[in-house]
């Protein structure tokens, strides 16, 4: 059996490159390739994938290593299910069950009982200006990542308009709770790194609904690691991050109320959401919305393409 050696490079001005070099380890996970993951102490290795060089850089690596531990075995998975994806960006849903288990969980009884009730009065009870405020702010945090991952897909001139955006709203708009970019006519360019992975060509892999967090993908989560590690998040402590979490998933969440039928009349919620989620995703990496996959689209009620366009529209402002 062979193995690929991979070498990563960690220096200030070569970030392309070190990420350029986490999605090869990515590509070979999907494609059954096994992987070492190496360190090399000489300074002057000839690797084309460069070295670790200092106890900073291994603490680095060290976030890498643990994301791919986590992924690895999502990615197993996603290239033994791969001839049979019939989902968009080739999702595919082999723990249904347990998927099942946990959007019961989520939908039936926290959003019905809990995050319901809360989210409602948050829009009953707090002006539109304030609630956009709130939306707008966590906006302006990922800013930073929009700069960076505009660059890995070659958008130069998106990069300029997120620091520009970054600059604006975080001083003139007071934290970003002002868009004062958007006034400007400076449009929002975001990008994701799991919308980079999935230019890269990187399937969605495998689904899952995550108790209290909600739907994710391998590729998703892969790149929400990476992003993680960007600024200022890479700064931030876990309280911090859990509370921006909450706050980001209150605004969006608000932003759907009017939705919420869309689902609750659905033969098959579960499937809906999920079809929902994941052509949101893939709409994302095509630069517009894909064809609704067949698995979810043949079992919900007439309309479903024009509620789908409602929803993600919902999503989008």
């Known amino acids: 059996m062979e193995f690929g050696l991979i070498f990563f490079l960690n220096h200030p001005v070569d970030e392309g490159l070190f990420l350029h070099n986490f ?28 070295i670790y060089k200092d106890a900073t850089a291994m603490m680095c690596m060290s976030r890498y290593l643990l994301a791919v531990t986590l992924v690895w075995p999502l ?21 249904e069950t347990l998927n099942r288990a946990s959007w019961t969980l989520n939908y039936d009884y926290l959003d019905r009982y809990a995050l319901r009730p809360v989210v409602h009065g948050y829009v009953a009870w707090v002006p539109q200006p304030v609630r956009n405020g709130v939306g707008n702010f966590t906006e302006n945090v990922n800013e930073a ?13 998106d990069s300029g308009v997120s620091v520009l955006r970054f600059a604006l709203n975080s001083t ?20 994701s790194m799991s919308t980079v992975l999935g230019k890269a060509t990187m399937e969605q892999g ?29 700064s931030m402590g876990w309280g911090t991050r859990i509370g921006l979490w909450a706050v980001d998933g209150l605004s969006k969440r608000a932003r759907v109320v009017d939705q919420e039928a869309v689902l609750d009349n659905a033969l098959d919620p579960y499937l809906s959401a999920k079809d929902f989620y994941l052509q949101y995703e893939e709409a994302k990496v095509q630069d517009g919305r894909p064809a609704a996959s067949h698995s979810a689209t043949e079992q919900t009620q007439d309309g479903a393409d024009g509620d789908l366009d409602q929803y993600l529209d919902e999503i989008d402002q």
């Open 23 to 50: 999605m090869v380890v990515v590509k070979r996970f999907i494609y059954g390739l096994p992987i070492i993951l190496g360190y090399n102490s000489m300074a002057n290795h000839p690797s084309n994938f460069g």
């Open 75 to 95: 990615a197993g998975v996603a290239a033994g299910n791969s001839s049979s994806a019939t989902g968009p960006g080739g999702a595919v849903d082999p723990y």
């Open 145 to 157: 990542n929009y700069f960076v991952n505009n660059l890995l897909v070659g958008r130069v001139a």
């Open 172 to 191: 003139v708009g007071l934290l970003g709770f002002v868009d004062v970019a958007q006034d400007m006519g400076i449009e929002r360019r975001a990008m």
């Open 206 to 234: 495998a689904y899952f609904m995550v108790p209290v967090y909600g739907p994710t993908t391998m590729r998703t989560a892969i790149g929400d690691t990476v992003d993680g590690l960007y600024f200022p998040y890479a």
